[in-house]
């Protein structure tokens, strides 16, 4: 049993833990970096994300023995993925946007969320480059640097700035689908950002700067805090079939509102049908 007190405890140690370790990022990203790829050219690390990782990890797990972690660099290193339990677990991602501070873009945050009987319960996800600090308790709201956030209101694509991933389209087997949407998104849309980092793209829409957000392929860590914070901020995210989310499993279409999300669903599905129908047609 974890009661609000723990979690107001856990919150607040896990919020200072994650500011300190900003600290690490803000003094690497002007310096050269040891790079090396996992899955692709595309897919950097560096050895500040293992860093970071091992720090924000043994600091939790000194305070909250019991407590499991979902870390990306562990999972990495381990190259298995632990089943999401009913036990209060971190999941972390320590340098979303590795790319991005790689090439010294300041569009990089660390993210963490608590996950407690499988509810998203705690999301903190800080850029500490731009000093942006996202957060969320479920059931009480989410808020940047203080302030309370909220997702836009607009129902209508037509009407929205739209964010997705373009760094997939290097992937062949997937190039023409990630494409095929993107080409989609353009050509309805007031203009489409791909930003590099799902977990602050995520607080951006949270925060009504961004109407929605879509990409598959993600990893739980990329989007555990970020789907608490959107939510609290009155916004939707559902799978990319238009059903559930699985935070161990994200297909991610997020949103400022249910109707919005809907609406681009169909579009992704319009998009897949239209670039179905091209690959058949050669
Ligand atoms: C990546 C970023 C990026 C997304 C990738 C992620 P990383 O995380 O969130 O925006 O397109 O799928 O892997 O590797 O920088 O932590
Ligand atoms: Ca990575
Ligand atoms: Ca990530
Ligand atoms: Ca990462």
């Known amino acids: 049993m974890i009661s609000n007190e723990d979690l107001d405890y856990c919150y607040d140690f896990v919020l200072k833990l994650t500011i300190e370790s900003g600290k690490i990022i803000r003094d690497a990203i002007q310096g050269s970096k040891k790079i090396e790829t996992k899955a692709g050219d595309w897919d950097l690390v560096t050895q500040y994300d293992k860093k970071m990782e091992e720090f924000l990890i043994n600091s939790i797990a000194k305070e909250f023995p019991k407590h499991k972690f979902i870390g990306e660099e562990t999972v990495s290193?381990?190259?298995?993925?632990?089943?999401?339990t009913d036990e209060p677990t971190w999941i972390i991602d320590p340098i979303d946007?590795?790319?991005?501070?790689?090439?010294?873009f300041p569009f990089t945050c660390v993210s963490i969320g608590l996950s407690v009987k499988k509810e998203l319960e705690i999301g903190i996800v800080y850029n500490p480059i731009l000093e942006q600090l996202f957060t969320a308790r479920r059931g009480r709201g989410a808020s940047l640097n203080g302030k309370p956030i909220h997702a836009s209101k607009v129902e209508k694509l037509?009407?929205?700035?739209?964010?997705?991933?373009?760094?997939?389209?290097?992937i062949e087997s997937i190039r023409d689908t990630v494409l095929g949407r993107m080409e989609a998104f353009v050509s309805v849309a007031h203009g489409i950002r791909t930003m590099g980092s799902a977990a602050l793209t995520l607080c951006y829409v949270a925060m009504g700067a961004a109407e929605a957000y879509h990409t598959d392929n993600l990893m739980a860590w990329d989007v555990a805090a970020g789907v608490l914070i959107i939510r609290e901020a009155g916004g939707v995210v559902i799978d990319t079939n238009g059903g559930e989310f699985n935070v161990m499993s994200p297909k991610v279409v997020a949103a400022g509102n249910h109707k919005l999300a809907i609406e681009l669903v169909k579009l992704i599905k319009k998009a897949d049908f239209t670039t179905l129908q091209k690959k058949l047609l050669h």
């Open 77 to 84: 290193s381990t190259n298995s993925l632990p089943e999401l």
């Open 97 to 104: 946007g590795t790319t991005n501070f790689v090439h010294s």
């Open 158 to 170: 037509e009407h929205s700035l739209l964010c997705l991933e373009a760094s997939y389209a290097t």
